[in-house]
T-cell receptor, first 110, second 115 residues
């Protein structure tokens, strides 16, 4: 079993849809949870960061962490074609040396 | 404000050769981490440098080595290249926060192809 699992997709949605992206993990020691967006031929860029359990909202993006289920989610509201990218979850025990999921490819169709 | 810059952007090498990849961190950052991202996979942690020393290391063989210079820039060296080393190599910088969380800022990577 991999330490962090993520549905690779591809996930295709129409413009304006609500997108739900998820990761599961096996290491209960993880405390720091991040979501990165990676466009083709680019490096990952940080979207959201959450410490421990709970929700965090930033504009159209909401991150949720459920440590009891070892499950994290990223919701994108009013999705746009510019949101088309690969979304990577990442997590860490001490805030360093992040373990990444394999990424989910998202396409938002106009 | 320049972000993380990496060079070269692309590289083609032959099995058994050695390669050096370079990274300049974001202004104000003194910690550099290297990640390997195989096609269709997430980045995997190779190692992290701070104060010119390797601070932490992931599960990579000794063929992978690095260096950090006094200006915080860094190099990743890979010896005896294997076909499986073909990947996107990402450099990420962060400010030192004494072991606590600090967000990673990634460069756009070096695409290494081993033939």
């Amino acid at each position: 079993q991999k330490e962090v699992e993520q549905d690779p997709g591809p996930l295709s949605v129409p413009e304006g849809a609500i997108v739900s992206l998820n990761c599961t993990y096996s290491n209960s020691a993880f405390q720091y949870f991040m979501w990165y967006r990676q466009y083709s031929r680019k490096g990952p860029e940080l979207l959201m960061y959450t410490y421990s359990s709970g929700n965090k909202e930033d504009g159209r993006f909401t991150a949720q962490v459920d440590k009891s289920s070892k499950y994290i989610s990223l919701f994108i509201r009013d999705s746009q074609p510019s949101d088309s990218a690969t979304y990577l979850c990442a997590m860490s025990r001490y805030g360093q040396n992040f373990v990444f999921g394999p990424g989910t490819r998202l396409s938002v169709l106009p | 404000d320049a972000g993380v810059t990496q060079s070269p952007t692309h590289l083609i090498k032959t099995r058994g050769q050695q390669v050096t990849l370079r990274c300049s961190p974001k202004s104000g950052h003194d910690t550099v981490s290297w990640y390997q991202q195989a096609l269709g996979q997430g980045p995997q942690f190779i190692f992290q440098y701070y104060e010119e020393e390797e601070r932490q290391r992931g599960n990579f063989p000794d063929r992978f080595s690095g260096h950090q210079f006094p200006n915080y820039s860094s190099e990743l060296n890979v010896n005896a290249l294997l076909l499986g080393d073909s990947a996107l190599y990402l450099c990420a910088s962060s400010p030192n926060t004494l072991g606590r969380y600090s967000p990673l800022h990634f460069g756009n990577g070096t695409r290494l192809t081993v033939t």
